[in-house]
């Protein structure tokens, strides 16, 4: 079976990040698992040892691998579909000796990282119902380092606010191309998500995602350029005095809770 790069598919071969990633799911043996794109198992016949998988692969040929390779471990449960548009709870309903999955472990497809994220997570103004207590996930490493970008450095931008709004964002380790058969062009890193409650939740948390988006539109401007759109330059300045921000501060100088502060002390125009 050739790997399909139209599923972004990657065989991860290195048994030491296979070991890093589930260390990184420090996994309890009542726990059970969901993962994103098993392929060809590497990662869930670890997993299969310590806890219960729920597995869900886009790949019919694949999942005919699999249910030959695992399908007859009590520990291992088969979904085929889209992780973006399965409804994974209910099927699960079906399995009697099965519970929802607590957290998830995935070296998932880089082309839907985004959506998968926002998947598991939700949104700024739409946080998941369902909270899992952690996600290991195998992510390209530029988005990796987007994710746990600290405020300051060039990294940290409109990704970053909106999942560490959701969740506390750790990198594990790095994973060279050469870890993968074939190996992708860009390098990847091991990210762990850990969703939580923020502290200082915003009070209108459409208005913080509408200036998160638009205060990054472009990002070398000056974030008083940038939500010129949005209020009168001097107006903005005034409240970002207020914050003791300075009034050249460009996005990236601005921590999660400088943005959620700003927000709600924004004119909003629908009051
Ligand atoms: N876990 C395996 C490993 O570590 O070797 C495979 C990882 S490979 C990077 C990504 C996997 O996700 C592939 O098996 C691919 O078929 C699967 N996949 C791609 N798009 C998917 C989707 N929308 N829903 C579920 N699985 C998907």
Same mark, same amino acid.
Do not use: M
């Given at each position: 079976m050739p790997p399909r790069k +139209?599923?972004?598919?990657?065989?991860?071969?290195?048994?030491?990040?296979?070991?890093?990633?589930?260390?990184?799911?420090?996994?309890?043996?009542?726990?059970?698992?969901?993962?994103?794109?098993?392929?060809?198992?590497?990662?869930? +016949? +670890?997993?299969?040892?310590?806890?219960?998988?729920?597995?869900?692969?886009?790949?019919?040929?694949?999942?005919?691998?699999?249910?030959?390779?695992?399908?007859? $471990?009590?520990?291992?449960?088969?979904?085929?579909?889209?992780?973006?548009?399965?409804?994974? $709870?209910?099927?699960?309903? $079906?399995?009697?000796?099965?519970?929802?999955?607590?957290?998830?472990?995935?070296?998932?497809?880089?082309?839907?990282?985004?959506?998968?994220?926002?998947?598991l997570l939700g949104t700024i103004s739409r946080p998941s119902e369902t909270k899992y207590k952690s996600i290991v996930l195998l992510v390209q490493k530029e988005v990796g380092e987007r994710l746990t970008a600290k405020p300051g450095s060039r990294d940290f931008g409109a990704l970053t606010v909106r999942v560490q709004y959701l969740a506390d964002c750790e990198l594990i380790c790095d994973v060279p191309a050469n870890c993968f058969y074939p190996p992708p062009k860009v390098d990847s890193v091991v990210v762990r998500l850990t969703p939580r409650d923020i502290?200082?939740?915003? $009070?209108?948390?459409?208005?913080?995602?509408?200036?998160?988006?638009?205060g990054f539109s472009s990002k070398r401007k000056m974030l008083k350029n940038?939500?010129?759109?949005?209020?009168?330059?001097?107006?903005?300045?005034?409240?970002?005095?207020?914050l003791h921000i300075k009034n050249e501060a460009r996005g990236e100088e601005l921590g999660l809770t400088d943005w959620v502060n700003l927000s709600n002390i924004f004119p909003n125009n629908k009051e």
């Open positions: +139209r599923f972004g598919q990657h065989w991860l071969q290195s048994d030491k990040i296979l070991d890093q990633i589930v260390t990184a799911a420090d996994l309890k043996s009542d726990e059970i698992v969901l993962e994103i794109g098993p392929g060809k198992g590497a990662l869930t +016949r +670890r997993l299969i040892d310590f806890v219960k998988v729920v597995a869900i692969e886009i790949d019919r040929d694949l999942c005919q691998f699999l249910v030959k390779k695992l399908g007859n $471990n009590d520990n291992f449960v088969l979904l085929q579909g889209d992780i973006l548009s399965l409804d994974i $709870n209910p099927l699960i309903d $079906n399995f009697p000796r099965f519970q929802y999955p607590t957290k998830v472990v995935a070296n998932i497809p880089y082309n839907i990282t985004g959506p998968i994220i926002e998947k502290a200082t939740p915003a $009070n209108d948390t459409k208005l913080l995602e509408t200036l998160v988006k638009v940038n939500l010129k759109s949005l209020i009168d330059v001097d107006k903005l300045e005034q409240l970002l005095t207020e």
